[in-house]
Structure formats: structure tokens, C-alpha cells
């Protein structure tokens, strides 16, 4: 059964391992999420779960959600989420099924994917870490620009338009962004509240998603056999 859940960003704070090593973590805090949908291959051509987390007041809900979220025993969910699941876990999953932070007690590593921070418009130093023209006696007032571009406007250098994938200034952040094989540091059950290692995409109290990781090689791999018992 692949571990799936959506948690909600609250923030990092600082853990002390008993050696005493300081380690910065991010704090998840995992609500009661609630199986809404379950999609399989002989109805919808795939398979998948819908998951539904955090609470919405039914007047603020349009019919259609009170609707889809009814019949799976719940109330109106702020966000839905659907993950692909193998179509032989589908009957690990049940319509209504309570899913909580006790699901990641056996997880060492875990997925978090969620939109990152949204930065508006960034010229290309910011955006792409550019080093900027010289700042010294005769550079033109141009130390931040990112140079010429015109040389650049197809795979063969002519050409009426610039090559695509051309690193440029522009809109930064606010895209969807998964950070793999993040350690499981502490799961609270009491609190539903899991702590990873390291950062987390997207700002304080935005939700997340949680996922059982698709990707783990030597070390890691034996760390979560181990600890999964």
C-alpha cells in the first residue's frame, strides 16, 4: 500500500539529535485526511485516490463538493488531491477511509511535493544566479543585465526568434515543485505532526503533499527496510 497523505507547511524549527547535533526541520502538520474518490481502471481508464484535507465551511462550498465529499461520509474538504496509485493497492483504500500522521511511523524517507513561493518578476541574476557584468570604469550601466541575447536565436544562431529554454529574465517561483527522499526525523500521532529534514516547498501553512518515496538506492534503501521492519 503506497503511503499518500496532504499535510500542511506550518513552519521550521530546530531538533537536537542525542548527540546534541542541532538539525533544521520542517514541521507537517498531517490533518485528518479523507478518501473521496476511488478511481480504477474499468470505470475511469486509471487508477487512483482522491484524497480530501482541512475543513471548509459548507456556505462557502458550491453543491457539487458538498455533493462529492458527501458521499464519501465527510463534509466539504478545502483542498482535494489525487495520487496514481498501482491498480492492486486500490484494496488497501476504502470511500471515507481516515488517514492520519501514524501512517509515516515505519517511513524514513518520504516525497513533499507542493507550489513553490511565487517571487513575481526576477531579472536574470536573481533568477538564474547570473554573476552580472564587471562593475568597474567604462561597463555601461548595464552591471545586473544579462548581456546579449541576439546570437542566441536558434539552434544555429540566425534566426527570427530566440531559442527556447533561453535562461532570461522573468516570472520566478509558483510552480510545482517535489523534494525526494526527505528523512522522517519524528512522527507525533498524538498532535499529527511528522518532521523532515531540511526545507519544503511553498509558504507557512500552505498545504503539501506527502508520499511514500519513489526513489531510493543503497543506503537509503536499507535504512527504510530497516526501519520498516
Request: with cysteine; aromatic share 6%.
Amino acid at each position: 500500500m503506497g503511503r499518500l497523505a496532504i499535510g500542511r507547511k506550518l513552519g521550521m524549527t530546530r531538533w537536537y539529535t542525542e548527540d546534541g547535533v542541532s538539525m533544521p526541520v520542517t514541521v507537517l502538520e498531517v490533518e485528518k485526511c479523507v478518501v473521496t474518490q476511488i478511481k480504477t481502471p474499468e470505470k475511469d481508464g486509471y487508477a487512483a485516490i482522491q484524497i480530501g484535507a482541512g475543513e471548509k465551511k459548507p456556505r462557502r462550498a458550491t453543491f457539487s463538493q458538498i455533493g462529492h465529499d458527501g458521499a464519501a461520509g465527510t463534509g466539504p474538504k478545502a483542498v482535494h488531491r489525487e495520487f496514481r496509485v498501482d491498480p492492486s493497492d486500490l484494496e488497501s483504500y476504502e470511500l471515507g477511509q481516515e488517514i492520519g500522521a501514524e501512517l509515516f511511523e515505519t517511513m524514513a524517507f518520504v516525497d513533499v511535493a507542493a507550489t513553490s513561493k511565487g517571487k513575481g518578476f526576477q531579472g536574470g541574476m536573481k533568477r538564474h544566479n547570473f554573476r552580472g557584468q564587471e562593475a568597474s570604469h567604462g561597463v555601461e550601466r548595464k552591471h545586473r543585465s544579462a548581456g546579449s541575447i541576439g546570437g542566441h536565436a536558434t539552434n544555429l544562431g540566425t534566426g527570427p526568434k530566440i531559442k527556447k529554454g533561453k535562461r532570461m529574465a522573468g516570472h520566478m517561483g509558483d510552480v510545482r515543485t517535489t523534494v525526494r527522499s526527505l528523512d522522517v526525523v519524528s512522527v507525533d500521532t498524538d498532535k499529527g505532526l511528522v518532521l523532515v529534514k531540511g526545507s519544503v516547498p511553498g509558504a507557512n501553512k500552505g498545504f503539501v503533499e506527502i508520499r511514500e518515496p519513489s526513489r531510493l538506492y543503497g543506503p537509503k534503501a536499507r535504512k527504510q527496510a530497516e526501519k520498516a521492519g
